[in-house]
């Protein structure tokens, strides 16, 4: 019994005791505070509100990995759609083709990776700190984009834009099935991927990966790249998702990408932390925000749970850690 | 065997410790321990890694607390423990390995940090700590700018610093944790002075250093522990570092040259007039194919800088490199990686492994092509490659998922010497390989290093321990002050040779 | 002099910053070189100024904080509300349950850090979670503009007719600041504790071997911030006469962005309350003289934003980095 327990444990990972039991816990807790938690409609909720912050959360989680932080991710995905939403309006807004989509979102990650590119630039290059550095990117791409939309909404885009954000196939929600391929990419770069085993050793110690033969400068640059492209594909998400672009847009979500983060295991350090545990945490933010909204709650007490449920999971981590260093002092 | 000699000398300790032990989680890390300071002496605490000399020092100063019955008797009180304040007040300090300081402070008030401690605010009086502490450096015959921040200072200017601070502290007894590990030949030398300048004024100094030369150059009485006990308290005076090596490990070492004559193999590595101003000038040599090639020197000769600049990491001025006859230049190390040179960092702790990520993923950093199928990298590949790695080398690990940081000195650096293994090198530079590595774990090293030369390998092996070169190398390089200056062939000469080349 | 320019290096290269955006926006304006433009300036700053301060201290302690401008709209609300009860009160009271209540929520994150070994940014971004969620929730996001009179009356201290008709006043919030300045500026340079800090964010395990109590390290650098930060809060709410609960969210990243262009250092042992200064001001200056220059306010961040990273850039590059051939010390750090 032991031996199955413990190959399960090994399976999942240490990682995934905090998400899971948050899981666990929120699934059980809501089901008896209301019958109605468990229904398709909790579900289609979550399903459909889960994505941007996800996709957001990716952004975030490589930069968090190679130890640093990108606080301009929200922008980042803000100016991507903005950049959809011109290439959309110069070939007839709400009567574009398909193609004038494409070549928006083309464009539109393109953008995304080049905020991404120079950010990567300044800090493998200058070594600054990677806060300071996305701060200032944050700071002014909220600048470009107000400046360019004079803080307005942009909006009018052609009807097959509809179905990317509140479709389904097969009963998934289109813009569900985005997030679930963008965890796939992310989990195989980072388990069977040289750029993903390089982030996770740059993480823990950048010089040793220098002397050890790791191209450190071009691993923290493609890391700022793909995290500037994900951005750009959540903020292509949110556009089909409000059918507008509004700089500010998803604003609240910044610090609940390095929650969901820290929730999911990811070390503040760098160097450790997988992506299927911070999924699950994002499903355990969005399923407490659900349910508390069954509950009669709104989406503010649900922020502060949400902080109330991280400092729970780095205590009851902190009281592991303490138990096991107390057990092994006894041998 | 176990003299007491310091009844001899029929003074009264300074220090004298009795029925020391201490326990940790089921482990006795101390067991009965004995040991006595003279007033004035310089005394040296020897041991391999484990053997209990921090635990030692962390009970006299009073980090830790020994268990009942010990005696600690301190300039005429008797304690059965000390604690952080009581050791501080009643005049012992310590200087730690890394030395404790505060480099965006000034160097008066790192000197003077006592007098900004309290749990109570008060207002700080600049001007009386820039006296304390031009005073202290004045004693120590230092002249410091007391005013600029300690950052702008070397190391051998922060480590007087820190002894500057332990006399600010009114110290009698001084304890120095490996204070020369960082430091080259002259400031060695003038360290070496400041500890005979304090002990001739009466503060009773502790060494503690793994330069066997130096301990028994510096230090009038040695204590000896091995595996938490006592070995025995000895007069420096006729002992060698082979008596000490034996004392610390317990058993008798009978190196023997191993020098082989590999003339005939043809040449891997051919430098030719290499300069980096400032670093070094002017380095010609050839290594061939199964030869091990010893370079040595004191700290500062530019070894690791040439050994940098042949792995791509530093750019020479001038001159030429050429691998199996052809010029190479790499503009990284990632060249000349892939053109067949690997390079073992002399700091295994922080450059040369990931101390917190897995034994596994340490391994294969360097070779990460290897365990590609399919274009992603394979868990099954990986498995095997360092599974067959650790039975080569003979490493004793538990799951190859373990952080490196939970393996012994001499495991990590095996398990170091096969990341570059498995670049499959054609030369392997190997700096410092025994730093921190156990007495004796480091046989084992140069066993390793042995079979890799007889496969084929050439090897560069620089170390600062003339012996290590002298018993495992070909041929021996002697490098100061940037250039070669002497060549010794082993089989030729003997180790007093040698060592009275590097040491004059 | 030299050993000043070289041990204040931030600060003088921001002063010379200044100097040369000063010089440049009052060619291109008229009304920026003026001693009434300078003072409206530090009237609109003093807030920032403020927060700046206290934030220092956590950077200088090694920790950072992300929770102190939500926790300030906390201190507002609930010092509305407690003078409300206590049917107005005064600028002491008033200041002394802001101070309070600010301490309080620092105290938290102190808490949490020391306590449970939550490194700073993770317990901070958490507090800032539950503070602001939990202020919208109570409040459903509503504004209190019934504030007592002599919270919403201005307070000038000193007033001046110019020759050219423009008035210079000194107001209120400058009097704070300037208090609040001096207060951290004594504290860190002057007292053994603002200096068992600093030496603390530089060496924390070096710190704890000489037995400072980490624990009150912890405490006493939130606290501070918490202080500064209620003040602060009751302040701005002078400022703008109303409570507005959402009004400083986002302001911790701006306030943030403006101490470490002032030299201070994440990771900690390092700042100035000078630097710290010049840093808000480099900002303001820059947002009001392009304001001046006629410049869309719209364009005003895109540019702040842009010489913030461009100072960011500089400040870490030496010139021989960016001229590749001469990279020869690269090997070693």
Known sequence: ?331 | MTGRESAKSGQKPLLSLRNINMTFGGVRALKDVSFDVLPGEVHCLAGENGSGKSTLIKIITGVYRPQDGAVIEFDGQTYSHMSPVTAQNSGIQVIWQDLALFPEMTVAENIAFQTLLGRWPRFVNYNAMREKAVKALARLDVTLDVDRPLKDYAIAQRQIVAIARALVGEAKLVFMDEPTASLTQSETDHLLDIVRTLSASGVAVVFVSHRLAEVLEISSRLTVLRDGALVGAYSTEGMTQSRITELMTGKTFDQTVRARNVNANPVVLEVEALSRPGQFEDISFTVRRGETLGITGLLGAGRTELALSLFGMLKPRSGTVKLEGKPVHFSSNRDAIAAGIAYLSEDRLSLGLIQPQSIADNLVISSLDKIIAGGLLSDSRKRDLVAQWIADLGVKIGLQTDAISTLSGGNQQRIAIAKWLATDPKLLILDAPTVGVDVGARAGIFDIVAKLAETGLAIILISDEVPEVYFNADRVLHMAKGRIVDQFLPAACSLAEIEAAVYA | MRKAVQSHATEFALLAVIAVISLFLSFATDRFFSLGNAFDLLNTSSVNIIFAVGLLVVLIAGGIDISFAVAASVVQYLAALMLGWMGGGGWISGLLIAGGLGVLLGAVNAFLIHKFRIISIVATIATFNIYFGLLMFFTRGVSIYNLPDWLTARVILFEHEMADGSWIEITLPVLVMLICVVATWVFITRTTTGRQLYAFGDNPEGARRFGINIGAMQFIAFGWLGLMAGIGGLIQAHYAQEVVPNALYGRELDVLAAVVLGGARLGGGKGSVLGCVLGVLLISITQNGLNLAGVSPYAFKMIVGAIILAAITLSNTSIEKLLPFMRQEEGRK
């Not at chain 1, 953008?111 to 590119?117: E, K, N, R």
Request: glycine fraction near 12%.
């Open chain 1, 1 to 331: 019994m032991t031996a199955i327990l413990n190959r399960i444990k090994v399976a999942l990972g240490p990682d995934m005791a905090g998400p899971g039991f948050a899981l666990i816990a929120v699934l059980v807790i809501f089901s008896l505070a209301s019958p109605q938690f468990f229904s398709w409609a909790t579900f289609g909720s979550v399903a459909f509100q889960l994505p941007e912050l996800g996709l957001l959360t990716l952004a975030m989680l490589l930069p968090v990995l190679t130890g640093g932080l990108n606080l301009a991710i929200t922008f980042t995905a803000n100016l991507a759609g903005l950049t959809v939403a011109w290439v959309l309006q110069q070939n007839g807004g709400a009567d574009a083709g398909p193609f004038a989509f494409f070549l928006g979102s083309v464009l539109g990650v393109g953008v995304g990776a080049l905020s991404g590119v120079v950010m990567g630039l300044v800090i493998a290059y200058t070594r600054a700190h990677p806060i300071l550095v996305s701060l200032s990117m944050m700071i002014f791409l909220r600048g470009l984009g107000e400046f360019l939309t004079r803080g307005g909404d942009v909006s009018g885009f052609p009807a097959f834009l509809q179905p990317l954000g509140h479709g389904s196939i097969l009963g998934f929600p289109v813009p569900l099935l985005v997030f679930i391929g963008c965890v796939l990419i992310w989990h195989l770069l980072l388990t069977r991927m040289k750029l993903g085993f390089n982030t996770y050793m740059i993480g823990s110690n950048i010089e040793a990966a220098r002397y050890s033969g790791v191209n450190t400068r071009k691993v923290l640059v493609l890391v700022y790249t793909l995290s500037g492209a994900m951005c750009a594909i959540a903020g292509i998400i949110m556009l089909a998702r409000f059918n507008s672009v509004r700089v500010g847009h998803g604003e609240s979500y910044l610090l609940i990408t390095v929650l969901a983060c820290f929730l999911g295991g990811v070390n503040p350090f760098g160097g450790f932390g997988r992506v299927i545990p911070v999924a699950v945490a994002l499903v355990v933010l969005q399923l407490l925000s659900s349910g508390l909204n069954i509950l009669g709650a709104n989406q503010h007490l649900a922020t502060a749970v949400w902080g109330i449920l991280l400092i729970t999971v780095m205590v009851l981590r902190f009281a592991a850690g303490h138990f096991k260093s107390l057990k092994r002092k006894k041998g």
